[in-house]
């Protein structure tokens, strides 16, 4: 099956700082996902974003899928944005509904 | 607006117990989804659904069964449950609409096997 890293797997950073998280991707799919789960384990969907880049307040994401990677960008960190930070690719089913694999996650720590 | 409602959020079993974890969505999506969230991983899909009635296998099925007997609820059980199975679930829904949606998670039940 399709394979999906991400990196780094943890990231420490003081308030204010800027970041960025990589997925790489192993096959072609449909979309891209990227969430955000918070200390309480809820999962806020970011970006939906097959590919170019897409910018919500701090964030923005690009996806380049030729080349089979997405980026997180996070802007002036704030304490807020700490938690696990998850890429997740569609791929069709047989059914015609897509399923989402998972990386394994960013987990972002942000220093007051 | 509800979205999607997960019950229980919390269970404790005993290995062998048997159970069942609801699902319930109010957005009239088709598919469903259910998935496991273990320790320092990503969510692994568990079965998910396309409709009332029709189920398929995700990728660790094994040990769950599950039903879609009406469009806003899908239920996961546990017959005999073991504590490999300890892990927080969560159910997700998702739109057929032509322009792709994404899909819709609930908070989680976070499930653990003594």
């Known amino acids: 099956g399709i394979q999906v890293e991400q990196s780094p797997p943890d990231l420490i950073l003081q308030e204010g700082a800027n970041s960025t998280l990589r997925c790489n991707f192993s096959?072609?799919?449909?979309?891209l996902q990227w969430f955000h789960q918070n200390p309480w384990g809820q999962l806020i969907n970011l970006f939906y974003i097959p590919s170019g880049t897409k910018q919500n307040g701090r964030l923005s994401a690009t996806t380049v899928a030729t080349e089979r990677y997405s980026l997180l960008y996070i802007s002036s960190s704030q304490t807020t944005d700490s938690g696990v930070y998850f890429c997740?690719?569609?791929?069709?089913?047989?059914?015609?509904?897509?399923?989402?694999?998972f990386g394994t996650g960013t987990r972002l720590t942000i220093i007051p | 607006n509800a979205g999607v409602t997960q019950t229980p959020k919390f269970r404790v079993l005993k290995t062998g117990q048997s159970m069942t974890l609801l699902c319930a969505q109010d957005m009239n999506h088709e598919y469903m989804y259910w998935y496991r969230q273990d320790p320092g991983m990503g969510l692994r899909l568990i079965h998910y659904?396309?409709?009332?009635?029709?189920?398929a296998k995700g990728e660790v099925p094994d040990g769950y069964n599950v039903s879609r007997l009406k469009k806003q609820n899908f239920l996961l059980g546990l017959e005999s449950a073991a504590p490999s199975q300890t892990s927080v679930y969560f159910c997700?829904?998702?739109?057929?609409?032509?322009?792709?949606?994404?899909?819709?998670f609930g908070d989680g039940t976070r499930l653990s096997i003594l």
């Open positions: 096959d072609s799919v449909n979309n």
């Open positions: 997700a829904s998702s739109s057929r609409d032509r322009d792709r949606q994404p899909q819709h």
């Open positions: 997740a690719v569609d791929q069709p089913t047989n059914f015609g509904n897509e399923k989402l694999t």
């Open positions: 659904s396309v409709g009332e009635g029709t189920t």
